[in-house]
C-alpha cells in the first residue's frame, strides 16, 4: 500500500488529503504522560530509543494519522555541539546562552553524530513498527531557529538577543549559520538513512527577521541542507516550515526548493497557494481552536479540504497541538478529514 | 508652512519624506528618564499633561522629525473603563484579567471620557507649544490588541487565553470588541478635537489571528472607527497599524479606509506597496538595527526611501525603538533622511 504522505509531497498527487499534527505525540494524550512521568530529565527521554518508539507510535494506535514523526526535540542539537541544554517544567527549555564569537568556534562539531545515534536508534526501531502505508517523518530545527536559542538562552518574544547577535557579529553568525548547517544535513541524512520517509525542518522564528535577513539567515541555510539532502536522498521530500514568514513565503518556496510547504495559522490557505503554486501545502488550523470550539474543528477541516481541492495538500494545525487539547476534539478533526475524503 | 506628514498622508503627495520613529518620547532619551524618575507610578506620568507634553516634545526638539506623537499609552482606555491596570517596572502592565462574559457588562464606559480629560489637556498644551509645521498625532490602542490585555492581563507571546476567550465566549467578546469601538473612537475623537492632526490606531498583536478572526476583530472594528472618526472629522487622516498582518495586508488596507498603513519590520516595503497602491506607507526599519549598527542605518534608511521613491511614504521604524539605542544612531537615521530630501 503507498503512503498518502508520499504520494502527496513527492507525485503531487491531489485530494489524499494526508493528515498528521505537529506536536501530535505529546502532553495532551494521557498515555504519553504516563510515559513522560518516569523520565525526570527531558532529554533523556528522548535519547531513550524505546521510550521515543512508544510515544512516536501512539498517536498513529488512537488516530490513525497518515504519518507520525519522531518524537524528539530541536535541541538536541545544541546539547549535541556540546552546550549546556536543560528543560526545566513548566518554563521551557534553558540553555547556557553563547555570548561571544570565539564560544561558537569551541563547538563540538565533530561528536555530534555519534552523540545523536540514539535518535538514529529510534527512528530505525519506529519505521519497523509502523504500518508499510504510514509515513515516518524525520525533523530537526532550522539553522535560524536553533541558533535563536542557543544565543538567547531560552524561549522568547522577541529573541532580541538572538538578533543582536547577528547584526553585530555578522562573520561568527554566519559561522553558527553554517556548522548549523553542516550538523543539520547530517542529521538529517542520518534520519533518512535509519528509515525517515519524509523530513521536516521546523523554522519556528523564520517571522521575526526583517527581508534581507530572511534571506540570508532563514532561506539560504534551508536551501543549502535541501540541496544537500537532495542529492544525497534523491527521493525523500522535503518539507519546510517557514513559521510567520508573511509575504516572504513566495521567496521561500522558489528559492529553497522544498517539497511541501507548512503554512501557520495566520495565512489564508488560498493566499498560501497562490504563492506557492508548486509544493505540496501543509496546515494550518489554529490549534486554539482545536482545544476550544468542537463544532467549529469540522466546519474549519472542511473548509481547509475544499479551500485546497485539487492541489496537493496536508491536512494539518498551524502549529503544535496546546497540552490541555480534549482527545476528543482531535477525534473529530481525524473524523472529519476522513469522512470527506472517503 | 504645510505639514509633511498631512501632504504625505491626505494629499498623498510623493518624495516628502517625512519622518518620525515609533515610541520616539522614550526611556532611551536621558531628558526623558529624568522626567520618568519623579513619577512612582507610570500613569500618573500619563495622566500629568505637563510631564506629558514635556516629553512628547522632548525627540522634535532633538531631531526636529516632522511629527510628535502624544506620550501615552494604550491601556489608558481599560484603566479608564474602570479595570485594575498597573506597571511593574522591567516587568510592563499588570491588568485583573477579565475572566468571565459578566466582568464585561461591569466595565465603566460612562466614565470613560471624563476620566481621560488629562490626555485632552495634554494634547492641548502641546499643540500649543508645537511649531506649525509639525503634525500631532493623536493614538489609541486597536480594540483587538487592547482587549489581548484585557483578558490576558499582561503581555504575552501568543495571548492565547484571550484567544481561547473570542472562541469560547464569541458573543461576549464581541461585547467587549464593540464596547472598545465605541470608546477608542470617541477617545481618538477627543484628541482630534484637542489638536492632534493626524491619529494612529495600534494593532500589535494583529499577527496572531486566523484569517476569519482576523476580518472579525481586527478589520471590522478598525473600519468603524474610522468610518466614524472620517464622518466627524473628515480631515483628518488615520494611520492603521496591524503589526504582523503578512499577506493579510491588501484586505486590511482594502477594507479600512485607512490613509496610511504602518509596516512592520517583517515585510519588505515593495510587496506592501503592491499590496497597498492606495495608502501612504510608513515604515519600517528594523529598531534591533537601529540600536546596533550605525553603518547600517544609513544604508538601509536609503534604501527604504529609494524603494518607496515616487510613492507617499513617510520613513519611521517598524516596531518601537528600544531603550538601549545609542542616541548618535537616531541622529543617523535622522540625518540620512534629512540628507536625502533635501
Same mark, same amino acid.
Given at each position: 500500500?503507498?503512503? +498518502? ?21 505529546? +502532553? ?32 498513529? *494506535? ?17 546539547? !549535541? $555541539? ?17 555570548? *561571544?564569537?570565539?564560544?561558537?568556534? +569551541? ?14 536508534? !529510534? ?105 544537500? $539532502? ?18 516572504? $513565503?513566495?521567496?521561500? !518556496? ?65 502549529h503544535g497541538i496546546v497540552p490541555h487539547t480534549p482527545i476528543d476534539h482531535v477525534q473529530a ?6 469522512e470527506i475524503r472517503g
Amino acid at each position: 500500500m503507498s503512503k +498518502r504522505m508520499i504520494a502527496c509531497l513527492k507525485e503531487k498527487q491531489v485530494d489524499h488529503y494526508p493528515f498528521w499534527f505537529m506536536r501530535q505525540a505529546g +502532553r495532551y494524550l494521557p498515555e504519553y504522560r504516563k510515559i513522560r512521568e518516569s523520565f525526570p530529565d527531558f532529554l533523556s527521554f528522548c535519547y531513550t530509543p524505546d521510550a521515543a518508539t512508544e510515544v512516536t507510535l501512539q498517536p498513529i *494506535t488512537r488516530f490513525d494519522c497518515d504519518a507520525a514523526i519522531l518524537f524528539s526535540d530541536i535541541l538536541v542539537i545544541p546539547d !549535541a $555541539l556540546g552546550q549546556e541544554v536543560g528543560f526545566t517544567p513548566g518554563h521551557g527549555p534553558k540553555l547556557r546562552p553563547i555570548e *561571544t564569537a570565539a564560544e561558537i568556534t +569551541r563547538l563540538e562539531e565533530k561528536r555530534a553524530e555519534e552523540f545523536l545515534q540514539p535518535v538514529f536508534q !529510534a527512528v530505525r526501531q519506529i519505521r519497523k513498527s509502523l504500518a508499510e502505508e504510514k509515513a515516518l517523518i524525520g525533523f530537526a530545527g532550522a539553522p535560524w531557529t536553533v541558533a535563536c536559542y542557543m544565543i538567547e538562552g531560552e524561549g522568547s518574544k522577541e529573541f532580541a538577543k538572538a538578533r543582536q547577535f547577528a547584526y553585530r557579529e555578522p562573520i561568527a553568525f554566519s559561522q553558527l549559520i553554517d556548522c548549523l548547517v553542516r550538523v543539520t544535513t547530517a542529521y538529517l541524512s542520518e534520519q533518512i538513512k535509519a528509515g525517515a520517509d519524509v523530513v521536516q525542518l521546523f523554522d519556528s522564528w523564520a517571522g521575526l527577521l526583517p527581508p534581507d535577513e530572511f534571506k540570508r539567515w532563514v532561506i539560504e541555510p534551508t536551501q543549502q541542507i535541501v540541496s544537500q $539532502l537532495k542529492t544525497l536522498h534523491p527521493d525523500i521530500p522535503v518539507i519546510g516550515f517557514a513559521r510567520c514568514a508573511g509575504m516572504m $513565503l513566495a521567496d521561500y !518556496a522558489n528559492s529553497t526548493d522544498v517539497d511541501g510547504l507548512g503554512i501557520d495559522t495566520s495565512m489564508p490557505l488560498i493566499k498560501a497557494r497562490e504563492a506557492a503554486p508548486k509544493q505540496a501545502l501543509q496546515g494550518n488550523l489554529d490549534p486554539l481552536l482545536l482545544a476550544t470550539d468542537k463544532a467549529r474543528i469540522m466546519t474549519q477541516t472542511k473548509r481547509m479540504m475544499k479551500d485546497m481541492k485539487g492541489t496537493p495538500y496536508i491536512v494539518n494545525l498551524g502549529h503544535g497541538i496546546v497540552p490541555h487539547t480534549p482527545i476528543d476534539h482531535v477525534q473529530a478533526f481525524c473524523d472529519t478529514v476522513r469522512e470527506i475524503r472517503g
